[in-house]
């Protein structure tokens, strides 16, 4: 509720404006970090403490993408111009494996969140596929992130998606747990 309630207010969606604004990790931070009376309305705390008590995890984590060891990868808007009507897309997260394995699991969470929004604008007909690596890393992460990716797995099944999932060998869901 706090990342949505703050998503909200940052991008102008909580004063109903039609273009809203995208925003930065950074930006989303500040406002967790020091909370507008409003977000701490918002999002149903009692008063203040409360809500830097309750939140200091997420504080914390995205105090990391900031200013962590992922320290200008989300800074600024994108440069890029993504041409998301390309025939082919591919995402190398080989540089985060220094980081560890927690590190990649996070970035293909994120990167399903993304696959959900291609999958919103893509045109009535079109055929993606797919292709996830290391799955697994991503399962870690826990219940949720499994309920995601099966979520993922459902929704692309029912409107036409591919999905391609690499597991290297069988030992890698006892990585998972039950």
Not at 42 to 57: I, K, N, P, S
Not at 134 to 162: I, N, T
Request: hydrophobic share 40%.
């Amino acid at each position: 509720r706090v990342v949505d309630q703050s998503l909200r207010l940052l991008t102008g969606h909580t004063l109903g404006n039609t273009n809203l604004t995208s925003t930065t990790l950074p930006e989303l931070w500040r406002l967790v970090d020091e909370p507008t009376d409003a977000l701490v309305a918002e999002c149903r705390y009692a008063d203040r403490r409360q809500f830097l008590d309750d939140t200091r995890l997420l504080r914390d984590a995205l105090a990391q993408l900031v200013k962590g060891v992922l320290a200008g990868l989300f800074d600024a808007h994108t440069t890029i111009k993504v041409d998301w009507q390309a025939p082919i897309q591919s995402l190398s997260l080989s540089r985060l494996k220094p980081l560890g394995d927690e590190a990649v699991a996070i970035a293909l969470a994120c990167l399903s969140s993304w696959g959900r929004g291609i999958r919103e604008l893509s045109a009535p007909g079109d055929l993606r596929i797919t292709v996830r690596d290391e799955v697994w890393l991503q399962l870690r992460l826990g219940p949720d992130a499994v309920k995601s990716f099966d979520a993922d797995l459902r929704l692309s099944r029912s409107q036409g998606e591919v999905q391609w999932c690499n597991m290297h060998h069988p030992a890698n869901f006892e990585a998972v747990g039950d």
